[in-house]
C-alpha cells in the first residue's frame, strides 16, 4: 500500500526547450506549453525510452551508466553515472546511498516534476517544496524466510508545498501528480519486468 498526506505550508527536434518565454518555478513556459501542445498532437512525440547500465564494482558497490535515451525516435546523448553501496551494518562500504534509498528518490524527483509543472501550467509561482518518503522493510526476506515479504509493504509520503496559491489549488495539482507520475505509477500499479539471464562463458 501507498499512502501520501498533503501539507500547504538534451534539446530534441520536436520539442521546444527554451523559447524566452515567462519562466515559472524555473520552467520556460511558453515551451513547456508547446511540448505539450506538439505531444498531444502527434503519438510519436509522446514516445520516449530510458535505460541505465548497471555493473557490479566490489562487495555491495555498484556503478550506473546513463548514456542518453530516446524521444520521439531520435537518441539523445547524456553521460551520467549513479553510485550505490550499502552501509557498513550491512556489510557494505557506505560509500553511496543504498538501491532503496535510490528508489525512493527517484520516486520524490519524479512527483518532484509533477508538482512544479502542475503549478507552472497554472500560473502559480512555488516558494518551497519538499518531498520526504520512506519504507520499511524486513531483512529476513531477503534472506529467503518463508513468508517474510522481500520488499517493504507500504510506502509513506509527507509532501510540503507552499506558493502563490490556496489549499484548494494545490489539493488539485496533488491529485494531478497521483495520476500522472510515472515512478508513482510503476510502483503502484502492475508492471511486467522481464529479466533475461546470460552466463558469460556458461556451458
Known amino acids: 500500500m501507498n499512502t501520501s498526506t498533503l501539507t500547504t505550508a538534451g534539446t530534441a527536434t520536436k ?11 524555473g520552467l520556460d513556459l511558453a515551451a513547456l506549453s508547446v511540448n505539450r501542445a506538439q505531444i498531444a498532437a502527434d503519438s510519436n512525440n509522446a514516445q520516449v525510452r530510458f535505460a541505465v547500465a548497471t555493473d557490479w564494482v566490489s ?18 546523448h547524456r553521460d551520467f553515472t549513479i553510485l550505490s553501496d550499502e552501509p557498513g551494518e550491512l556489510l557494505g562500504g557506505n560509500t553511496a546511498p543504498n538501491p532503496q534509498e535510490l528508489l525512493l528518490a527517484a520516486l520524490n524527483a519524479c512527483m518532484g516534476v ?10 502559480i509561482n512555488l516558494r518551497h517544496l519538499r518531498i520526504e518518503s520512506e519504507a520499511a522493510l524486513d531483512l529476513r526476506g531477503f534472506f529467503g524466510e518463508p513468508g517474510i515479504p522481500a520488499g517493504a509493504p507500504e510506502i ?10 490556496d489549499t484548494a489549488a494545490f489539493r488539485e495539482i496533488h491529485a494531478q ?25 556458461g556451458g
Open 156 to 165: 509513506n509520503l509527507r509532501i510540503e508545498i507552499a506558493g502563490d496559491a
Open 15 to 25: 520539442t521546444a526547450r527554451n523559447l524566452n518565454g515567462p519562466v515559472i518555478n
Open 177 to 201: 501528480v497521483m495520476k500522472t507520475s510515472p515512478n508513482w505509477f510503476h510502483l503502484t500499479q502492475p508492471v511486467r519486468i522481464a529479466a533475461v539471464l546470460h552466463v558469460k562463458g
Open 59 to 76: 562487495g555491495t558497490q555498484s556503478r550506473s551508466r546513463v548514456t542518453g535515451y530516446d524521444l520521439a525516435g531520435q537518441r539523445i
Open 114 to 123: 509533477g508538482y512544479v509543472a502542475g503549478a507552472a501550467l497554472r500560473g
